[in-house]
């Protein structure tokens, strides 16, 4: 049924939480994972009271996004997983929905901080944009305190992940 799992990632733990759960149906389902990191551009700033702008590091911004993506995706593979990260600048709406698109994504996956009024009129959801974005079925954890693990829980003797 599942074939293809686009994770979307922030660089937050709030976001890594899915990774337990995606490598649980991932395996048993041999369902390819793909990791995206988008990272939106940043515009120039004027420094106040002089002729200098500050420009964004593309190349460093996208340098550092792989580099996160990678002991994730070699985590997951370690485990079985058969998994790829990608890399996107732009609006993470618009990526997100491209990307799912673009790997031939049958779900996406991501966490959401569940906002709900002032909070989400003010900070937007990425998450509620892309579920009007995309016509991919999109799994959505909500978390709003609890950080990931440092790493992916180990299965028990039973094959089954226990939450610590």
């Known amino acids: 049924m599942y074939k293809r799992a686009l994770v979307t990632l922030d660089g937050s733990p709030l976001a890594e ?4 759960f995606i490598t649980e149906i991932a395996g048993p ?4 994972v793909v990791l995206l ?8 700033q004027i420094v106040e009271g ?3 702008a500050v420009f964004e590091d593309v190349e460093g911004r996208l340098a550092e996004a792989r580099d996160y993506l990678a002991p994730l995706a070699a985590e997951l593979a370690g485990r079985g997983v058969r998994v790829r990260a990608e890399v996107r600048r732009g609006d993470p709406v618009l990526e997100i929905a491209a990307a799912a698109t673009e790997v031939d994504a049958d779900l996406i996956a991501m ?10 009129l003010l900070f937007g959801s990425v998450a509620e944009a ?3 974005q ?6 959505l954890m909500r978390l709003t305190k609890e950080p990931a693990p440092d790493h992916l829980p180990l299965p028990d003797e039973g094959g089954s992940y226990a939450r610590r």
């Open 17 to 20: 939480a899915i990774l337990p």
């Open 29 to 32: 389902l041999d369902m390819e």
């Open 37 to 44: 990191r988008v990272v939106a551009p940043v515009p120039p």
């Open 50 to 52: 002089t002729r200098h």
């Open 111 to 120: 966490t959401t901080h569940g906002r709900s009024g002032l909070g989400r």
């Open 130 to 132: 892309v579920l009007r």
């Open 134 to 139: 995309t016509a991919i079925p999109v799994f």
